[in-house]
Structure formats: C-alpha cells, structure tokens
C-alpha cells in the first residue's frame, strides 16, 4: 500500500529540523528529555485494579538539562521566551522510562514529544519519572495519581490564568518570545480561586489544557508554581505543520482532550474554566451537552472591552448564566475573585 503524501510543509520543516540537529551534534550538544508533569489511576480506581500511569516529556537537543514543568522547575533562571523555542527536537527517538521500579522503551513522536501509558501500582499522590534517551543522561518528571476523588478542574491557560491577549500576532509573540517569564501578568484571583477549589475537594486533579505549544512547558509551569497555582499536567500541542496541513487544530486538540479525560476518569465531574476570547465557551459548552455527567460547572472569564477587541476584533456582552436547577452551573465574570464568589453562592467550593 502506497505511503500517503505528507504536506510539503512538513517536509520542509523535518528537513530544517535533521540540519539543525546534525550541527548541535557537532557542537558536543546532546539528547535531553524535558520530564513534565504527568497524571495517573491508582490501582484501586479501575476496572480491572491494575493502576496506569500517562507520563509526558519531550526529547530536545541541548547543551545542558533543561528543567520541566514540575517542582523543580522555578528554581532555574528566568529567561525571554524565545529560548524555549531555540532546541531542536528528537524525532522517532528511543527512550527508556521507569516509574517505581518499572521500565518501558518508549518512542518520541515527529514533534520529539514523549506521552506513553504505562501500567504501574502506585498509591494516590506525587511520583517521580525518569528518562533516559538514546545517546543522552538520565532526566526527571512527575506523575500526580489520582485516588477517590469525584470532582476535578480543567483549566485553559492564555487569558484564563496568564494575560496573553492572543490571538493577535504581534501582541501574542511578544509576550511569548520578547518577554522575561517574570514580566507576565497572573489574572487577578484564578490562583486563590484554583486554591480554594483543591482545598474544598483535597486530592482533586487539576489538569492545564491549552493550545500552547511544549516548548513553552517549562516556562508555564515555573510561572503557575511561581503564582501559587496547584500543580497539574499541562495538555499542550504543537505548533506548525501537520503531515496533512500547515497548522493543527487547537479546537480538536482540546476536544480530544476533554473526551479522553471523561473515558480514562469516568467517575470525576470536572469543573472546566476557560475566558470567552476564543472557543473555550463553545468547547465546554459542547462538552456538556454530550456528556452532561462529567460536567460540574463551567466558570468563564469574560474579558475586558480592550481585551475583547485584541482578541477577537469585537466587543460581545454577557450571556445570560444557566438558570439555578440546571445540571451544569453556569458562570461569568471578569476575573478569579468574583468566580470564586458566584461558584460558592451555587455550592462548587
């Protein structure tokens, strides 16, 4: 059977990316996996009692380790953002994983990115991950598993909890490229709010769910850490061409996220918050309705006027919130504080 032609895009893209790789090799740099933050089922929550755990990382060339989006993450430098996007990465790389004791030979995909289930018992709580790619030294990640918890919170990241005000191009790749980690701006009340949420329902999983790219994992998750958000697995993508297009989806990518969540979590009605500069109303909104039982609420931050504009290039009021005996509470409001205080007047927190 004939191999599908892959988009031109791509193939110029992996022929740049081997060239860069090649030159980085000479220059004594080596295979690093950037560990981030995974997530995971103790044995007593599944079907068959056997826990699982879905570790994530990403295979880069570098000249040193390069922190991930974990613990350890803050204490490395602040840097601009256009760093994050300067390694290269390892395609098709072999990697070898071990979680308490067990060891499985994973593969990096075109994009470099580690994101393997691995079948482990592990007890509810915060687990280290190690990985070791071909060629290159051992590096971390973690792994949160999951226990009796019913109730979890997604979070979407640009203009929910950090100030992007994307998608504007030249706005989005200042803030993402120019700007120090510590220049951006924390949106005013998600981090109490998002604290209050773990402290009401201890144990609860809190999962970051963004169309960003990975390389700015790292990053992300020194600046939730550095403004006290819960810690949580960042769900990211990737930026640039597809084998079948120039760009991928972010609309499919959280789509997919939030059903794969609902099969892996089938008991856990999540708390899903999001602002209205692009599809994150339309995307739970959808989810909702299809899966009406894995939904507790939906708390959206409704952007400035300023905000709006930049975002979308208009200026929309305030829907109506859901009415009070709806299965899925409703809400809207500017920012963390007044969330927080209209998901307790309806019993969330």
Do not use: C
């Amino acid at each position: 059977m004939p191999a599908t032609p892959r988009h031109p895009a791509a193939v110029v893209e992996d022929a740049v990316n081997r060239v860069r790789v090649a030159v980085q090799r000479r220059l004594g740099w080596r295979p690093h996996v950037i560990g981030y933050v995974g997530y995971g089922l103790a044995p007593t929550r599944t079907s068959d009692g056997q826990g699982w755990v879905r570790v994530l990382g990403r295979v880069v060339m570098a000249r040193r380790p390069i922190s991930g989006s974990g613990r350890d993450g803050p204490r490395q430098e602040p840097i601009r953002g256009w760093r994050s996007f300067i390694a290269s990465h390892l395609s098709g790389t072999g990697v070898t994983v071990s979680v308490a004791g067990a060891e499985v030979a994973v593969t990096a995909d075109r994009s470099g990115v580690i994101d393997a289930v691995v079948p482990v018992d592990l007890a509810p709580g915060a687990h280290p991950v190690g990985f070791v790619p071909a060629g290159g030294a051992r590096s971390t990640g973690t792994v949160l598993v999951s226990g009796a918890a019913t109730v979890g919170l997604v979070s979407d990241i640009d203009d929910t909890v950090v100030v992007t005000w994307l998608p504007r191009p030249f706005i989005a790749a200042w803030n993402t490229f120019v700007l120090r980690e510590t220049a951006r701006t924390v949106v005013s009340g998600m981090a109490e709010l998002y604290q209050e949420f773990v402290e009401a329902h201890p144990g609860a999983p809190v999962v970051y769910l963004s169309t960003g790219a990975w390389n700015a994992a790292p990053a992300l998750g020194r600046f939730l850490h550095r403004h006290d958000f819960p810690e949580g697995p960042l769900l990211l993508t990737d930026w640039g061409p597809t084998n079948t297009g120039w760009f991928r989806s972010g609309q499919l990518h959280k789509r997919a996220a939030l059903h794969r969540l609902a099969d892996e979590m089938p008991w856990v009605r999540w708390v899903l918050i999001g602002d209205d500069g692009q599809h994150d109303p339309q995307i739970y909104d959808d989810f909702a309705d299809s899966h009406p039982e894995h939904v507790r609420a939906i708390a959206i931050r409704h952007l400035s006027p300023a905000e709006q504009v930049l975002a979308r290039g208009s200026v929309v009021g305030v829907p109506d919130e859901a009415a009070p005996d709806s299965p899925v509470v409703r809400v809207r409001a500017p920012d963390g504080h007044e969330l927080a205080a209209r998901l307790r007047d309806r019993g969330v927190l």
